[in-house]
């Protein structure tokens, strides 16, 4: 009996080591917010605020402070409705944000050994009788870089939401669980294989071989519409330890991309630089369009036929 209560208290920490803000929202998406609370708790998270908000403004900014505090993710749903804080013409939407921007940005600075999974902001693409004050804060916040640190921006269903939440919970508490112990063993690496739609049976043996050799391997995904596309893509930038680009088909416009994304990879929130990056060649004719980018990665020559020698560079300089 004693045995049953300490595993299901231990199962029971475990699921409530994560607490999600999930901001206020305006009117139109209450429903949504309700539906997206349900489904945290379902999986066993936390959900701040549990009191309803206050109505003046100091009221508010010290409950958000407050619950932010205990927080490792927070989630904003942005509608059509302003929610104009009575008495004042700002917006408790924006204000949530703005502080969520601020808290996880700080915590990033000060406490690198938390699990800080930053803001998950999603958009609605039902808007009705959105106003101008409204659309011009959406706007400005997707092209706001600076407050888009530590952020993923959604505009997909709120179906997609949901999955989409509860994966990079489960995947953000998994590395952060694997970084916290005494030793990092070779299984807990993660290689992010990034590869063309044409390239997907190529990669196949690699992904194999690395899999066989006890490293987690993600690969490009290419599912859903190009918003998803690029979430993913910047998510897998995020919490992988090293990239290994495969370039076969001579596309110039798609490894430039790839090499710029590695490049900007700090600014999607990493605590560190992506090391090793490397890239696999089939030709000596893509050469010339790689090392002319200014970039970190190392070249690897496969002359279109993969073997275990072709990885030895990569893999050794990943075991240090």
């Not at 690699?206 to 995904?221: A, H, P, Q, R, T």
């Amino acid at each position: 009996m004693k045995s049953a209560e300490n595993e299901i208290a231990t199962i029971s920490g475990d699921l409530n080591s994560v607490s999600v803000y999930l901001s206020e929202v305006g009117a139109d998406l209450i429903a949504k917010r309700d539906a997206l609370k349900r489904e945290l708790m379902r999986n066993g998270y936390k959900v701040l605020p549990e009191k309803n908000m206050p109505k003046d403004l100091e009221s508010i900014m010290k409950m958000v402070k407050k619950d932010l505090s205990s927080c490792n993710m927070s989630i904003h749903l942005i509608g059509s409705d302003y929610g104009k804080i009575q008495g004042t013409n700002a917006s408790i939407i924006d204000l949530q944000n703005r502080m969520a921007t601020e808290y996880f940005n700080e915590l990033e600075k000060v406490d690198s050994s938390g699990l800080n999974l930053g803001r998950v902001i999603w958009v609605s693409s039902e808007q009705q009788n959105i106003s101008v004050k409204q659309r011009l804060f959406i706007e400005n916040l997707k092209k706001d870089s600076e407050s888009m640190n530590r952020a993923d921006l959604l505009e997909t269903s709120i179906e997609e939401l949901k999955s989409y939440v509860i994966n990079k919970i489960q995947d953000g508490k998994k590395q952060h669980d694997r970084l916290s112990g005494n030793s990092v063993s070779r299984k807990g690496k993660i290689i992010y294989l990034i590869h063309d739609k044409l390239e997907f049976e190529k990669c196949k043996k690699i992904e194999e071989f690395l899999k066989e050799n006890g490293y987690e391997v993600i690969k490009s995904d290419f599912s859903g519409n190009p918003n998803e596309i690029r979430s993913r893509h910047n998510e897998n930038l995020k919490k992988c330890d090293a990239t290994l680009i495969y370039y076969g088909s001579e596309n110039e416009e798609w490894i430039k991309s790839k090499q710029k994304d590695l490049l900007k990879s700090l600014g999607l929130g990493r605590n560190k630089p992506i090391s090793p990056q490397a890239i696999i060649v089939e030709n000596e004719s893509q050469l010339n369009e790689i090392l002319g980018f200014d970039q970190k990665a190392m070249i690897l020559q496969s002359n279109k036929r993969f073997t275990a020698k072709v990885m030895e560079p990569f893999l050794a300089q990943l075991e240090k």
